[in-house]
């Protein structure tokens, strides 16, 4: 079972940016997709990005293409959310994700093995 520890979080003013890391230890996430999603207050968790195994593969929500970029950095077992443009209906826990199976392209909350214990993003307006 892999442990992942998010950092980051913040209060941003609405238009400023902010960076999410997701530190994994216990083993190694460089063969699994990872994922972030988020929940806001009284809201379901829902997608935001995740990324490949290899890191070739990206996908978006819709609300976070052209202002969300996640990235992995295998050598560190790291991955990171980069969020600018932010806007007040970004505000939300954020949660990393590792898969369950190795070798996939993305990683749906049903295919979620791990989660970590989230980070809490405001933005103010």
């Known amino acids: 079972q892999v442990q992942l520890v998010e950092s980051g979080g913040g209060l941003v003013q609405a238009g400023g940016s902010l960076r999410l890391s997701c530190a994994a230890s216990?083993?190694?996430?460089?063969?699994?997709?990872m994922g972030w999603f988020r929940q806001a207050p009284r809201k379901e968790r829902e997608f935001v990005a995740s990324i490949n195994w290899s890191g070739i593969g990206t996908y978006y929500a819709d609300s976070a293409k052209g202002r969300f970029t996640i990235s992995r950095d295998n050598a560190k077992n790291t991955v990171y959310l980069q969020m600018n443009s932010l806007k007040s209906e970004d505000t939300a826990v954020y949660y990393c994700?590792?898969?369950?199976?190795?070798?996939?392209?993305?990683?749906?909350?049903?295919?979620?093995?791990?989660w970590g214990q989230g980070t809490q993003v405001t933005v103010s307006s």
């Open positions: 994700a590792a898969g369950r199976s190795p070798f996939r392209n993305s990683v749906e909350e049903r295919d979620v093995g791990s």
């Open positions: 216990g083993r190694t996430i460089s063969n699994y997709a």
